[in-house]
């Protein structure tokens, strides 16, 4: 009766346990269901926090365009193209320790200066006699910065004459004159190299007026920021301008341009708008394959069609762009609209939709990335090949699909396909790329130079800056030192009869001869 008692309450004890046991393993899924739910809300948070705020992708396309595909975890996975072998290998890799290389470091041209330092007392301790040196070595290098010195230069033209016509008195008098060079401004102090590293500082360095009166004051230069904005519109107006000018010229005679625009503010507007009303600045791009890269800004008060039809006047052939209403409707110009765009839309659906128009769009990046080294007739052929039957798929889907209404995803769907006739141009043109990063990036530095310049007072002094900062830009994107560049034109070309001779104004684009030998980075 015992062992029956026993048995029984075993049994129960069993009984108990694997109850016990199964509650816990019913909490511990419920706690990993949990885990699992707070992780990815984790990730996306995180993703969100401290994600990448614009699409940047990995591969760099010939004219710098940025990326697009971070956020993406197929983009950060090789790419397959051969066909794949199964077999395993295991192997042992063994590290070398290499020394640190180092972050810091000098340009071969700069200058060395050698400081040898010796004992003060050269008599031994041990006998008082004269010690012989027997070896040296160097045990630190250190940089020293020699700041900017003003210096006061003044011009003096001497006059001479001949003594031995001027005493016969029928004989005309002999006098001849030392001729000093042309001032880049008239009745001013600024020479050259001061105009130079003003727009240089601005532009390049975005460093706005009013905080480059103190620096030159510190150097002894006294002058105000009304004097230095004066200045910058002087040489913008009377030297940059006739290589505006003929870049432009130059720029309309292309067969592709990229084309954007991004808000600015002007104070003293013409046309009795208040202040806090939005000026714009376009930039105009050329592409790689046709020549010297030329970037064109424009300041304006309107985003309107007129001032793209006056920026591109004389233009015939296509114009890449983003979706804004103005692009389009011009006489002899096509426009080719931007694939970054358009994945940018479905990627903001965050749905599995969204995903799907995502995934279509991946794959003609990658084909991008794999033909940017091709001419322009072989990159055309590929896309007709590999990437037009995606494209049709793709807007094939788009509209045999029930996207309606006012969210992300009917408004991807609708962005996509009033666009086809644009978003199919780079299909049969090489020379056209698929999306339009590098007018966003052209127009980067004017956005950054915004955030610190804060606004044009007048006009012309935004008529200055886009006249300025094309230079500049033009200038980086052909390896120009912009400050040699501009230290050149204001030296010279006061002293050129360019007007009468435009001809000249070649011998000084970015691009040329002249200038790369002479201001090459």
Known sequence: MNLLENASTTEKVIQLLEQQLAYSNQQNQELSAKLDQALAQIHHLTK???????????YQAPDGQVSLFDDEPSFNEPEHTDEQSTETISYTVTRKKTS??????????????EIHHHPTNLACDCCLGEMVEFSSSMVREEA?????????????????????????????????????????????????????????DKFIQYLPLYRQVNEWERHGLLTNDKNLSNWVIRVAEDWLQPL?????????????????????????????KPAQSNAYNWVCRSVQSEGPIIILFKSALSRGRAILEDFIAG???????????????????????????????????DSKNGQIG?????????????????????????????????????????????FFGKNAIAKAAEYTLSRKEELMVFLENGNVAIDNNPAENAIRPNVIGRKNWLFSVSEAGAKANAICLSLAETAKANGIDFYQYLVKLMTELPNMPFHQQPEILHNYLPWSENIQATCAK
């Open 48 to 58: 969100a926090l401290y994600g990448s705020k614009s699409e940047k992708s990995k």
């Open 315 to 349: 233009f015939k052939g296509t114009v890449i762009c983003d979706g804004y209403s103005a692009y389009g409707k011009l006489a002899d110009v096509q426009f080719a609209n931007c694939w970054a765009h358009v994945r940018r839309y479905w990627l903001k659906a």
């Open 244 to 272: 505006f000018d003929l870049m432009k010229k130059l720029l309309t005679a292309k067969s592709v341009l990229h084309i954007d625009e991004t808000y600015a503010q002007i104070l003293k507007r013409s046309d009795g």
């Open 144 to 200: 020293k910065f020699i700041p900017a010195t003003m210096k006061r230069v003044q011009h003096f033209e001497h006059v001479y004459e001949c003594k031995t016509c001027k005493k016969d008195a029928l004989q005309k008098a002999q006098i001849k004159r030392g001729k000093a060079p042309q001032g880049a401004i008239q009745r001013s102090i600024a020479g050259p190299t001061v105009l130079a590293k003003l727009i240089y």
């Open 358 to 402: 995502v995934e279509y769009c991946n794959p003609l990046f990658h084909i991008e990335r794999k033909i940017k080294h091709l001419s322009p007739e072989e990159r055309v052929q590929v896309r007709r090949q590999e990437a037009k039957p995606i494209v049709d798929e793709f807007f094939d889907w788009v509209d045999r699909s029930p």
């Open 100 to 113: 640190k290389k180092r972050n810091d470091s000098f340009r071969d041209d700069i200058e060395v200066e």
